[in-house]
């Protein structure tokens, strides 16, 4: 079972690059998220869709963008990255909204911007 | 708006003792609660959730917590603890009044270290 997967694992990007993390889930989940996990201060919503071709903001959407062209799929899409983007995201996805059901998270992407 | 508070941000204990996790919240609506596990290096998973009915909640891996409306608390516990629940664990809460249904709110995470 593959559940939730992200890649890349790891990455580090200049100041000004752009790139894309991949996540696809084999669950048929319906709501995909993005979180970043930075030290010390637990899990940040970024982005949230609730289906294919409907994506809204999270808490902390700015310098990111996502897409949902189909249900497995959920890029995350960080243009001209700063150093304030270095944080681990995790992609996560459930059957049921967030706030009753169980979120199934992938095993992170670490990013640095140097 | 809801937020959580996890009152310890580690807890070293030694193996086979029990520990008890604390976690408070506020909120301005009725809550469902949450306790995920994220083991080095991996995503979190799921450990225990509470929506309704019995306050006593049991999990995964002998892990119980309790809700206490009155106390706006939701600690979680386990009798005997091994090396294996070496981990962070990350109270969570949502809003259960029909407003917010996609977002989760996390604490800051506490950090269990078992120590042999």
């Known amino acids: 079972n593959a559940g939730v997967t992200q890649t890349p694992k790891f990455r580090i990007l200049k100041i000004g690059q752009s790139m894309t993390l991949q996540c696809t889930q084999d669950?048929?989940?319906?709501?995909m998220y993005w979180y970043r996990q930075d030290p010390g201060m637990g899990l940040k919503l970024i982005y949230y869709s609730v289906g294919a071709g409907i994506t809204d903001k999270g808490e902390v959407p700015n310098g990111y963008n996502v897409s949902r062209s189909t249900t497995e799929d959920f890029p995350l899409r960080l243009e001209l990255a700063a150093p304030s983007q270095t944080s681990v995201y995790f992609c996560?996805?459930?059957?049921?909204?967030?706030?009753?059901?169980?979120?199934?998270f992938g095993e992170g992407s670490r990013l640095t911007v140097l | 708006a809801q937020s959580v508070t996890q009152l310890d941000s580690q807890v070293p204990v030694f193996e086979e003792a029990p520990v008890e996790l604390r976690c408070n919240y506020s909120s301005s609506v009725s809550v469902y609660l949450f306790w995920y596990v994220q083991y080095p290096n991996q995503g979190l998973q799921l450990l225990l959730k509470?929506?309704?009915?019995?306050?006593l909640v049991k999990g995964i891996n002998g892990f119980e917590a309790e809700f206490n409306k009155s106390q706006t608390s939701f600690h979680l516990r386990k009798p005997s603890v091994h090396i294996s629940d070496t981990a962070e664990y990350f109270c969570a809460v949502s809003d259960n009044s029909g407003g917010s249904n996609y977002k989760l709110t996390f604490g800051k995470g506490t950090l269990l270290t078992v120590n042999p």
């Open positions: 996560a996805s459930s059957r049921l909204a967030a706030n009753t059901g169980e979120l199934f």
């Open positions: 669950m048929n989940h319906n709501y």
């Open positions: 509470y929506l309704s009915g019995s306050t």
